[in-house]
């Protein structure tokens, strides 16, 4: 038998293109690093309200930045992020309440299909500008993740559930607890010891704590098989 898995605990919105990348990476290292990767859907607006803090893009110029910026990671990631025309009304406006609600559904019934799903929904909103927030947009990326129609439209129906949206407040809270002010939010427990991570760009210094080696963002192994 081999080293027992870290854990590591990855907080995130489909909202956040900073989860995607940081998401699309922490999968790429599962195995390279031994780690036992566990997706906690979570709701960016309540990080944001409980810290006080407010969406970068909100000031002009770091929204801006935020463009000109993920056109560089787009290429660096190997993620095929692209801005939404109507960055306001898709994100500020509609949010994504109803997207994590059904992520958690699916984490409640099929966790297996966590993975595929929430990359689903990130390729709508962050790389072909669809909508996330309609029952049909939502049902849509499940399909396409590969849950048949009627077991897509039975989670969708747990979203307006008591114990859905319990579940997705609690793990909102968890993150507040560990300090989050924004997401992703990587939790690393490591030799007993706890350590909160924000943001994409923290996975050298994660790598530093599993005492692994940090090969970029699409390491040599899986490049060779793309």
Not at 40 to 57: C, E, F, R, V, Y
Not at 59 to 83: A, C, D, N, T
Not at 116 to 134: A, G, T, Y
């Amino acid at each position: 038998m081999g080293p027992v898995p870290r854990t590591l605990e990855l907080f995130y919105d489909v909202l956040s293109p900073y989860s995607w990348l940081c998401f699309e990476v922490l999968c790429r290292y599962q195995k390279i690093w031994n780690i036992k990767l566990q997706l906690q859907p979570t709701l960016i607006a309540g990080i944001m309200k409980d810290s006080g803090n407010k969406p970068p893009a909100l000031l002009p110029r770091k929204g801006q930045y935020l463009k000109s910026e993920l056109s560089l990671l787009k290429q660096h990631f190997q993620v095929p992020l692209r801005f939404p025309k109507d960055f306001s009304s898709v994100i500020i406006e509609k949010g994504s309440i109803s997207a994590m609600r059904f992520l958690t559904a699916v984490k409640m019934e099929n966790p297996e299909m966590l993975e595929k799903v929430s990359r689903e929904l990130w390729m709508r909103v962050w790389s072909r500008d669809q909508d996330i927030s309609e029952p049909q947009s939502i049902l849509a990326a499940a399909e396409k993740a590969g849950l048949a129609a009627e077991q897509a439209q039975g989670l969708l129906e747990m979203i307006s559930t008591a114990e859905v949206k319990k579940k997705l407040k609690e793990v909102t809270e968890v993150a507040c607890k560990y300090g989050a002010f924004g997401l992703p939010v990587t939790v690393a427990h490591v030799e007993g010891q706890t350590h909160m991570l924000f943001g994409s760009d923290r996975m050298e210094l994660l790598a530093y704590l599993l005492g692994e080696k940090w090969m970029g963002p699409v390491p040599p192994t899986l490049n060779a098989r793309l």
